[in-house]
């Protein structure tokens, strides 16, 4: 170090905050960029973040071996280079690099459908790999930035870590909302620009001898087979955990945009507090191995109550900003103290070497241990053996390690606290997919039929006494065969009535099958079915109202993401219809945006038809009039349908007009030997609103798009929670009044 006064780390904390704000908020676009480029799937999610993390532990690596032979006068000019990189490489690449993945994948999937997932890793490497070798390489460059002020490299670290919280917040709950992906990018690009340029304006000039660099501070002393073993242990517990946890979480909190910030924020802001804590727990000398005890214990514990938390949250009502504080308090007080634990080992062991190289190999061994954790959770253990199972294994990693580091007495005492809390785990068991399933539902569960938790979701049939046959999906009763699915014949059946020769169709979303047999009933030569989760496909003997649909020759079963179908086939077809998760669920805006209905119309034949979900009773006003709004915009002969057993919307619409509007001529209805509940007389009556009064109620609604996410994130959710009780009256009323131009 130079013999001047080194100068305060104070100024360093808001640029380091700001970085770790812009790289959270660069992760959630970058999966929801990557969502759309390659569709929604456990696949694509993986790639992703195997991606994301493979890029940050190269470039830690790399850093550290290009300091190791290197003094660094200027470390925080460094560092404003390397945000520098991160900043121009997402304004100017990543929007324009996912799109030109979207093409790429539409067009090598017709020809050569084996290679897709080859191109999608590879694509997304080329497009993400700049940006996370340089967030990687700022690990040791902190060290450095630490070393220069005699400030602590945990430190740092921590404040990094809670500007990440802060990002996840900022990106989800404002950013998106009101300023749209395109210019949530911008803004972002503009933090690390902002960062960078006042990294070269702030001064601290460093230079410290190799030979400095190479001795530790030696705080406690953690025996050195043990360093790398304890950041492995705890990247892949941590990566784990979230997943397994997140599973149940779900379940409890819907599976909506903010559900899964609230989610990744109650494990981001204590991970932040144990790495502030580090620093005091090293300077008292309380062992590592304690440490690690404690955080294996605490999973163990909370795991019996993520399992209930179905029971101990509630979907009612509260409005949106407390209910959003509901679910991140509940999850801070059960999650936080094991993560707090968690949080506190890497940086611990950062603290205990001085040389760059040593920073960037015990960084990247983390982050390995993290892609290795978060793949084995979702891929092998999940499907393995359920989420409860997988967090206590997860939960014993930690408990084995650190009972191996201590001694004597302590050692036997941290034996008992593995036996007791593996105890209490096992005893306190809920039963999930044997005795119960995760949700809230109108009665209780009184018998599993399936289940299954695979990489996309968990998935299972249960009965109640109220509902009958239920398919529960992530805790959210998709459908049924008994109350209220009315509707989903219709949605099979309206389209193929009113096209005057359908030949070929497309279901996306098979559900219980009932869409899918009605649709087979009206007589097409060839039915593909279009459904993500593989486990909904093999369930589907389980409900006879779907009549063995999918054992008909005629009807083709593919597992994909509905929309990844329709970019990559050079089918055309006579009807689409879906019918997808509720529409504010993370990853369903796709099915409702503008690019959807244009990719959709594309693969239409002329007098083609399409056929849309509209869940009054899960929507605010202003969703479903944006629903109806885009929806027309690419389809303006369309006409809105109401189920007449729940008020239930179906859009219906062609690209172009016939030779009367659409709704004046049911060809369909004319077809002998096919059975209907519904005479002529009541299909037509049923319709709300022909095109011209569609027209005129979608008029106050705004146009969904890949850009606005208006569905997951749009901000008059702020304002509207939308699972009020009288929600789907208060819609149908609203479509009366617009509709007679009151």
């Not at 808001?14 to 569709?39: D, K, M, R, T």
């Not at 850093?63 to 190791?68: E, K, P, S």
């Not at 690419?634 to 239930?648: R, V």
Request: proline share 6%; charged share 15%.
């Amino acid at each position: 170090m130079t013999r001047a006064r080194p100068p305060s780390a104070f100024g360093l904390y808001p640029l380091v905050f700001l970085a770790g704000v812009a790289a959270l908020c660069w992760e959630v676009l970058w999966q929801l960029e990557a969502s759309l480029a390659i569709g929604v799937s456990a696949k694509g999610t993986s790639i992703t973040l195997a991606a994301t993390m493979g890029g940050m532990c190269l470039g830690s690596i790399m850093m550290g071996r290009l300091l190791r032979a290197r003094t660094v006068e200027h470390p925080l000019r460094v560092y404003g280079s390397l945000e520098l990189l991160v900043g121009v490489t997402g304004a100017f690449f990543l929007l324009p690099g996912f799109r030109t993945l979207e093409r790429v994948d539409g067009g090598l999937y017709v020809g050569h459908p084996g290679l897709a997932a080859i191109a999608h890793f590879a694509g997304i490497v080329c497009i993400l790999g700049p940006a996370t070798l340089a967030m990687g390489a700022t690990i040791p460059v902190l060290g450095l930035m630490a070393r220069a002020t005699r400030s602590s490299i945990a430190t740092l670290y921590a404040v990094n870590t809670a500007g990440a919280s802060l990002g996840v917040l900022l990106v989800s709950f404002v950013a998106i909302p009101h300023l749209g992906i395109e210019l949530a990018v911008t803004a972002t690009a503009c933090v690390n620009l902002a960062v960078a340029a006042s990294c070269w304006l702030f001064r601290i000039r460093t230079k410290a001898s190799l030979e400095e660099a190479e001795h530790g501070e030696a705080l406690v002393g953690t025996p050195e087979r043990y360093g790398a073993l304890v950041v492995l242990v705890t990247g892949l517990i941590s990566l784990g955990l979230e997943v397994a946890w997140f599973r149940a979480l779900r379940a409890a909190f819907l599976s909506t945009t903010q559900a899964f910030a609230i989610m990744l924020v109650s494990v981001l802001i204590p991970l932040a507090v144990g790495a502030r804590l580090a620093k005091s727990f090293a300077d008292k000398r309380v062992p590592l191995g304690t440490i690690l005890v404690g955080a294996g214990a605490a999973v163990l514990l909370a795991t019996p109550v993520v399992e209930r938390f179905d029971r101990l949250t509630s979907a009612s009502p509260l409005g949106f900003w407390a209910t959003n504080a509901l679910w991140l308090g509940a999850s801070l007080a059960v999650l936080g103290p094991s993560m707090v634990l968690l949080g506190v080992c890497l940086p611990w062991i950062l603290r205990e070497h001085a040389a760059p190289h040593a920073w960037g190999r015990l960084y990247a061994v983390n982050t390995l241990g993290a892609v290795a954790g978060s793949l084995l959770a979702a891929w092998v253990l999940l499907p393995a053996i359920g989420f409860a199972r997988t967090a206590w294994l997860l939960g014993a990693a930690p408990l084995v390690v650190g009972v191996a580091m201590l001694r004597g007495r302590v050692r036997w005492a941290a034996s008992a606290v593995f036996a007791s809390t593996l105890a209490v785990a096992f005893f306190g068991e809920s039963g999930i997919g044997r005795d119960r399933v995760q949700g809230n539902f109108n009665s209780p569960v009184t018998r599993v039929l399936a289940f299954d938790e695979g990489p996309n979701s968990s998935v299972a049939v249960a009965e109640t006494k109220r509902d009958g046959r239920m398919l529960v999906i992530d805790g959210f009763v998709a459908t049924g065969q008994s109350i209220g699915t009315h509707y989903m014949a219709w949605m099979g059946r309206l389209p193929m009535v009113l096209h005057p020769n359908p030949r070929s169709a497309l279901v996306i979303c098979f559900g219980t099958g009932q869409t899918a047999n009605a649709v087979r009933s009206e007589g097409p030569a060839s039915l593909d079915v279009v459904e993500l989760d593989p486990a909904v496909l093999r369930m589907a003997p389980l409900f006879t109202a779907n009549q063995r649909v999918l054992d008909d020759p005629r009807v083709h079963p593919i597992v994909m993401d509905g929309r990844a179908w329709l970019r990559r086939t050079d089918h055309r077809y006579d009807v689409i219809t879906l019918e997808p998760m509720p529409p504010n669920f993370a990853g369903v805006n796709s099915l409702y945006s503008r690019e959807f209905y244009e990719l959709a119309a594309a693969r239409l034949n002329p007098q083609g038809l399409i056929t849309q979900w509209v869940p009054f009773h899960l929507l605010s006003v202003h969703d479903a009039l944006s629903i109806a709004a885009t929806f027309q915009e690419i389809f303006p002969d369309a006409l809105l349908w109401i189920d007449p057993n729940g008020g239930t919307g179906i859009l219906v619409g062609r690209k172009s007009g016939g030779v009367a509007p659409i709704g004046q001529e049911w060809p369909g209805l004319a077809r002998s030997g096919i059975s209907r509940d519904m005479s002529p007389a009541e299909v037509r009556s049923r319709v709300a609103l022909a095109p011209s009064d569609l027209a005129r109620y979608a008029r106050a609604g705004e146009i969904i798009t890949d850009d606005n996410q208006l569905l997951a994130y749009g901000p008059q959710r702020h304002r509207e929670y939308v699972l009020t009780e009288n929600l789907g009256n208060t819609n149908l009323a609203v479509l009366l009044r617009l509709a007679e131009g009151r």
